[in-house]
């Protein structure tokens, strides 16, 4: 089958489209026909090396797909059943294995690419919004990024949950796209934390959801209202250097958090929970995906030097 084999940690140069052996499932596991699968900036800490792999590998933890083969002791999957998952492995090929219970039914006839879009950044502006700091009707937050792929759901989900969301963004465009998501108020990087100051009456905002990291860190803390959260979850601009636990007193007693998908989808019951929301929110129309760019497999280089180049909005699929 085709996949993209990353042979030695590196840039999106390393990301080798190559014939490979088509992998069989073991216990536990479905082998799943990939409809679409999922870019996300995990997959470029995985190619990096920032997170620890080990090359050769085929990369990619999100997939919707066809059920073509169940290993020994698979129960509630058969083959011809559609699924998508946030835990696949070897997810940029034709054939990826899935945990069975880390694999979400999706009805027949669902959209797959659709679903491909929506289980990881949805689920993950699930736990944000819902869990780590539950927005209320009224408060504000800063929602950095917020034309990304995860910047838009974060967005919409505040709006959904009544909050005020104030986002980042660098272009124009990307500032078009956050507004059209819901955000009322849209900065640039500059000053931003002065910039959320005023537009929230020299308080501070409830919670800033910061995936950008290294560029942002300071200005978040500072953006923060007395006994606000911090919810770092991703460091697309680098990670963040080590903080003196002081200046979370200095910012007002705020709270610092550093949560990963896996925190909050830690049993089956969770992690069916937070997917069947997230699905059921785009089936009905509450939650809309931008779909930014698909990519034909082969092109997966293109697609991570776009992602980490500035140059997208929304989600990027790659498609086998
Ligand atoms: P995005 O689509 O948000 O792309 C990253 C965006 O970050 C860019 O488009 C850019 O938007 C902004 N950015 C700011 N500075 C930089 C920089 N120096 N280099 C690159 N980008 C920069 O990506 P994703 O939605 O896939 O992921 C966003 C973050 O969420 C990542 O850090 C990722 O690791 C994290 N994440 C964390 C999860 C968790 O559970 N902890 C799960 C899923 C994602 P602009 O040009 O507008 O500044």
């Known amino acids: 089958m085709r996949a993209i084999v990353v042979t030695e940690h590196g840039g999106p140069e390393v990301l080798h489209p190559s014939e490979v052996p088509a992998p069989e499932p073991g216990a536990g596991q479905l082998a799943v026909e990939v409809a679409a699968a999922g870019v996300n900036y995990i997959d470029t800490y995985h190619r990096t090396g920032r997170y620890p792999t080990k090359p050769p590998f085929t990369p990619g933890v999100e997939v919707a797909g066809t059920v073509v083969a169940v290993g020994p002791g698979v129960t509630g999957f058969a083959a011809g059943d559609l699924v998508a998952t946030a835990d696949a492995v070897g997810g940029y090929a034709e054939r990826a294995l899935v945990n069975a219970d880390r694999a979400i039914a999706v009805p027949a006839g669902a959209d797959l690419r659709l679903a491909a879009a929506a289980l990881l950044q949805g689920m993950t502006a699930h736990y944000l919004t819902h869990s780590t700091h539950p927005v209320l009707p009224g408060e504000t937050v800063l929602v950095h990024a917020a034309a990304g792929g995860m910047g838009l759901l974060l967005t ?126 785009v089936a009905s129309g509450e939650l809309k995906l931008h779909i930014g760019r698909t990519y034909p497999l082969a092109d997966a280089r293109t697609a991570h030097e776009d992602l980490e180049g500035r140059r997208t909005t929304g989600k990027l699929l790659l498609i086998p």
Do not use: C, N
């Open 156 to 281: 919409q989900l505040v709006k959904l949950r009544g909050g005020r969301v104030i986002g980042t963004v660098s272009t124009p465009e990307k500032e078009r796209l956050a507004r059209e998501a819901g955000a009322d108020e849209v900065l640039g990087y500059d000053g931003f934390a002065e910039a959320v100051r005023d537009l929230t009456g020299g308080e501070g905002v409830a919670a800033v959801y910061d995936g950008v990291g290294r560029t942002t860190f300071d200005g978040s803390l500072a953006a923060l209202r007395r006994r606000g959260v911090l919810a770092l979850y991703g460091a697309a601009s680098g990670p963040v250097d080590p903080v003196d636990p002081m200046r979370l007193a200095g910012a007002g007693g705020v709270y610092l958090t550093r949560p990963s998908l896996a925190h909050y989808t830690v049993t089956r019951e969770e992690l069916a929970e937070r997917a069947g929301d997230v699905l059921r929110w």
